[in-house]
């Protein structure tokens, strides 16, 4: 399955880094922001600038991991992700203004860009049989996932027992040194010198390639990459108003805080599952049928959000919500290779993620939409029906190989 057992080693420490990076800031943020806003005194407007800065720097250093790759290398791309990771975890756990909190996202940001899914599955594709390529793709994409259920129940576990916050920054910043030392020892720079044709030789059974490699700029001419850039728009906006709001949100339509949580650890668990499933279901299923099934499933979860007063519309937000987030990341990714190729990945799925920049937003319109009307709903009414308009639309989409 992976050319080497080194390279079996980098897989697992590749899927551990998305692990945290995943559980310590998209996931469990918003657990951790109310504490920090009691003893802060901010507003929630002022609070969600936050993910707004985490959402615009992980956007803009996406086509900018693509380039780090290229230029410093396997060690010296995810060392300078690491490096501005850890720098952003000890600023958040000694910051006391909003300024210091504000650069402290944004470090994460570009850290999380410089590490996860952009410049990781094309080193993971790199590395394993192309018939195991998707698979193990959607294995990456899983671990993620799970940092996502874990997240929230450390921190609530963490807040509820009445520990610091900051000590759960600092505890952060030392496992992110650990493991970013621990990938410098697995990495190599042959990892990147395998050629796109050498990655798709061996099996007749090899997963779906574009029969061609695109260029960046061959791509920006095809309306299927703003179709894949519109859908993780959508995700990411979604994802991260969810993962900003949605405690304060169920909370605030009488549910416990315990049972919010939780509810962001089943959206976590969801998402993950979505994300190994994909790279099972890939097999039979297009992936392009795929990503409008995420789609859908995003615009059910959005409407269940809205109204979730009872428990039954939680759960039903949290499976749905959290299956389209991971659905679309594992179906963006595939199609992005499978229609414009393996060798300029990094450049594409980068220039895609761009479209993610815009998610900052959604944390500001969504904390600005409760300061305003005292509640979340109608902004999460609209989100939905913005993704239930983008999976219409890829009903019409080509693919861009066969035009």
């Not at 793709?137 to 609530?156: K, N």
């Not at 906006?237 to 416990?256: M, P, Q, R, Y």
């Not at 615009?299 to 389209?324: D, Q």
Request: net charge neutral.
């Amino acid at each position: 399955m992976f050319v080497s057992a080194r390279a079996a080693g980098l897989f697992l420490v590749l899927s551990l880094i998305f692990f945290h990076i995943t559980a310590s800031t998209f996931a469990s943020l918003g657990v951790v922001l109310p504490a920090m806003i009691a003893e802060l005194q901010w507003s929630w407007t002022e609070a969600g600038f936050g993910f707004t800065a985490l959402a615009l720097f992980t956007g803009l250093f996406s086509p900018v991991a693509a380039e780090s790759l290229k230029r410093l290398g396997l060690r010296g791309n995810y060392a300078a992700g690491g490096a501005a990771m850890a720098a952003g975890f000890a600023m958040l756990a000694a910051t006391h203004g909003l300024y210091a909190y504000l650069v402290a996202t944004s470090l994460l940001g570009a850290g999380f860009a410089l590490l996860a899914n952009v410049p990781s599955t094309f080193v993971i594709a790199q590395t394993v049989s192309a018939r195991r390529r998707n698979f193990m793709i959607g294995a990456y994409l899983a671990a993620g996932g799970a940092g996502g259920v874990a997240g929230p129940l450390i921190a609530h576990a963490l807040i509820e027992s009445g520990g610091d916050w900051r000590e759960y920054w600092r505890l952060a910043m030392a496992l992110m040194l650990a493991l970013s030392a621990a990938l410098i020892i697995f990495a190599d720079s042959r990892f990147l010198k395998s050629s796109p044709e050498d990655a798709n030789a061996a099996a007749p059974e090899a997963d779906k390639m574009a029969p061609r490699e695109w260029t960046l700029k061959e791509a920006l001419r095809s309306p299927a990459f703003y179709l894949i850039g519109g859908a993780l728009m959508a995700a990411y906006f979604c994802g991260v108003s969810v993962s900003s709001w949605a405690v304060t949100h169920l909370t605030g339509l009488g549910l416990s805080a315990g049972f919010a949580s939780a509810m962001l650890s089943l959206h976590a668990a969801s998402n993950a599952f979505a994300r190994a499933a994909g790279g099972v279901a890939v097999k039979a299923v297009r992936a392009r049928h795929l990503l409008i099934i995420g789609l859908g499933a995003e615009a059910i979860g959005m409407l269940a959000l809205s109204f979730a007063s009872t428990s039954s519309l939680a759960i039903i937000f949290a499976l749905f919500e959290g299956f389209a987030f991971g659905m679309i990341l594992f179906a963006t990714t595939v199609l992005a290779i499978e229609y414009f190729g393996l060798k300029n990945s990094p450049a594409i799925l980068g220039a895609m993620n761009l479209f993610a920049t815009f998610a900052m937003l959604g944390p500001t319109l969504t904390g600005l939409t409760g300061d305003i009307f005292g509640s979340f709903s109608p902004v999460f009414i609209v989100y939905g029906l913005g993704a239930a308009t983008l999976a219409a639309v890829g009903l019409f989409i080509r693919n861009p190989n066969e035009d």
